[in-house]
């Protein structure tokens, strides 16, 4: 008699119809509504945001080059991308990169910056912009601590002794500036770099803030990240490495 114990059924073969119209399902459970986009969209804006800003403050950042100091490797209004990651895992800059620094002492003073608009501020503050109206600058590192770095005459430019060989340096320009303020023989102290600019006779870089208190060096902490590569316009597009000549036997000591 067990073939009794079975579900009862209507006394049709076959499983039970589905309701009719917009009945729930014999679980009880309503069936999900999705959303529409327009009440979605505020939300998924305010996550893209925020990423943007963990990765602006983290990981990369844009950044408009303003001046032709760093030419022909970087033109005005190129946008490189820098670098914020590898420092916080205790990397720090070496000889040959491009790095972007904040003004270690009035560097710009005098300099009158193109003010953003309140649009611009706000990607920029995310990192969907370049960051405009902010005291950085971009030198080439020459020297970190406990490097002797000297120019005499026209060049060549020499770090510990050793002479450089400098293929990124502004065409018709001399490796060492015959000015008063281009001809030096500085010891980088410890925590502090040396910085020079590849348009040789056209960038205000550490040669000429030695009368500053910290003649001319720029803080390690003050250094944002190191450019790694110009990504606008695209007709520029290129990496930033380091010249072989950084890599020279005996130049580290």
């Known amino acids: ?16 119809p589905d309701p009719p119209g917009d009945a729930a399902p014999a679980s009880g459970r309503a069936p999900k509504r999705r959303r529409p986009f327009w ?9 893209a ?5 963990l990765i602006k403050t983290f ?33 720090e800059p070496d000889r040959g990169e491009v790095v972007v620094f904040r003004d270690p002492g009035d560097w710009l003073a005098g300099q009158t910056a193109k003010q953003p608009t309140a649009v611009q501020k706000a990607l920029g503050f995310v990192g969907l912009m370049p960051a405009a109206g902010e005291k950085h600058l971009i030198k080439r590192v020459i020297g970190v601590a406990g490097d002797t770095v000297e120019c005499a005459g026209t060049g060549p430019l020499k770090v510990n002794g050793k002479p450089l060989t400098e293929p990124y340096v ?4 001399t490796a060492c500036s015959p000015d008063p303020e281009g001809q030096f023989k500085v010891t980088v102290p410890a925590g502090s770099l040396w910085v020079m600019g590849d348009h040789r006779q056209a960038s ?11 003649g001319g060096m720029v803080p390690v902490t003050d250094v944002v990240g190191r450019a790694i590569v110009v990504a606008w316009p695209f007709g520029h597009w290129s990496t930033l490495s380091v010249p072989d000549t950084f890599d020279q036997p005996g130049l580290a000591r």
């Open 1 to 16: 008699m067990s073939d009794l114990a079975t579900e009862a059924r209507s006394g049709r073969e076959g499983p039970e």
């Open 39 to 47: 009440i979605e969209l505020p939300f998924l804006a305010g996550i």
């Open 49 to 53: 945001l925020v990423l943007a800003f």
């Open 59 to 91: 990981l990369l950042q844009a950044f408009l080059i303003p001046s032709g100091s760093m030419q022909n490797t970087l033109q005005v209004d190129d946008r490189v991308l820098v670098d914020k990651l590898t420092p916080w895992f205790g990397s």
């Open 170 to 173: 502004f065409a018709g320009n």
């Open 204 to 214: 205000q870089d550490s040669r000429y803030h030695r009368t500053d208190p910290r």
